[in-house]
């Protein structure tokens, strides 16, 4: 059997831009929320680097998240079999929730991270496809 190769499909490079760009609009109006609740809760809610550190890098991982099931995805349409197709999008996606989860940990763990300023940008992804599909802009 032989393997086809090629490089990424131009709609996964699109869409992964278009998630990373949901994503980042998500962390900073999550940032001027901090901002704002640290301005009215000043011993409560956080604001420092711990807070930006956690949003940049759960961003990473939510916009990284997408992109490896965009390839998954690529290389799945690509194989013939369908066994080999369920065992690769099972796989993939296994090792995507084993990432996330890994970075839930460490985001809650360790103290450079605010915990809830990391994890709340894995949902951003979502949320902007959802918003994004309501107002008719994803063609």
């Given at each position: 059997m032989?393997?086809k190769?090629?490089?990424l499909?131009?709609?996964?490079?699109?869409?992964?831009?278009?998630?990373?760009?949901?994503?980042?609009?998500?962390?900073?109006?999550?940032?001027?929320?901090?901002?704002?609740?640290?301005?009215?809760?000043?011993?409560?809610?956080?604001?420092?680097?711990?807070?930006?550190?956690?949003?940049?890098?759960?961003?990473?991982?939510?916009?990284?998240?997408?992109?490896?099931?965009?390839?998954?995805?690529?290389?799945?349409?690509?194989?013939?079999?369908?066994?080999?197709?369920?065992?690769?999008?099972?796989?993939?996606?296994?090792?995507?929730?084993?990432?996330?989860?890994?970075?839930?940990?460490?985001?809650?763990?360790?103290?450079?991270f605010?915990?809830?300023?990391?994890?709340?940008?894995?949902?951003?992804?979502?949320?902007?496809?959802?918003?994004?599909?309501?107002?008719?802009?994803?063609?």
């Open positions: 032989e393997e190769k090629r490089g499909a131009p709609a996964i490079r699109k869409e992964t831009m278009r998630v990373a760009l949901y994503v980042v609009i998500g962390v900073a109006v999550m940032l001027v929320v901090f901002a704002i609740l640290h301005a009215k809760f000043p011993e409560r809610i956080p604001f420092d680097y711990t807070v930006i550190l956690g949003g940049v890098c759960g961003g990473i991982v939510a916009v990284l998240n997408f992109f490896l099931m965009g390839i998954t995805v690529q290389k799945v349409t690509d194989t013939e079999d369908e066994a080999d197709a369920r065992a690769m999008m099972k796989a993939s996606y296994s090792r995507r929730m084993l990432m996330q989860g890994c970075w839930v940990v460490l985001a809650i763990i360790l103290p450079c605010q915990f809830a300023a990391g994890l709340i940008p894995l949902l951003f992804p979502g949320i902007g496809i959802k918003i994004a599909n309501l107002a008719g802009v994803n063609e």
